[in-house]
């Protein structure tokens, strides 16, 4: 069993940044797929990007070239580098983790979950 507690949320100007991080606890960060979604108020919540745990990464086209999600083995954490945010990128973000080999981009394949951390992307 692992648990995820994400941080790095936070009010941010269209064009900024900000990174999140995911620390894991229980058991390593690389035993699983983490993933990123996010749900914005009224939405479903969706796939934001992955990482397996070979190393191999995975971002929606919507963030694609502005996200970036890494890991660091030794903290034990998986962050979301995240560039020229937008307004629409406004949600709360939530990481998740699947014991499973393979990259799924559906809420309900994830088997654990941190509590979100909250980004709003306006000026």
């Known amino acids: 069993q692992v648990q995820l507690v994400e941080s790095g949320g936070g009010l941010v100007q269209p064009g900024g940044s900000l990174r999140l991080s995911c620390a894991a606890s229980g058991r390593t960060a690389d035993s699983y797929v983490v993933g990123w979604f996010r749900q914005a108020p009224g939405k479903e919540r969706e796939f934001v990007a992955a990482?397996?745990?070979?190393?191999?990464?995975t971002h929606v086209d919507s963030v694609k070239g502005r996200f970036i999600i890494s890991r660091d083995n030794v903290k034990n954490t998986v962050y979301l580098q995240m560039n020229s945010l937008k307004p629409e990128d406004t949600a709360v973000y939530y990481c998740a983790a699947d014991s499973s080999r393979l990259i799924a981009r559906t809420p309900g394949d994830y088997d654990y979950w941190g509590q979100g951390t909250q980004v709003t992307v306006s000026s």
């Open positions: 990482i397996s745990r070979g190393g191999d990464v």
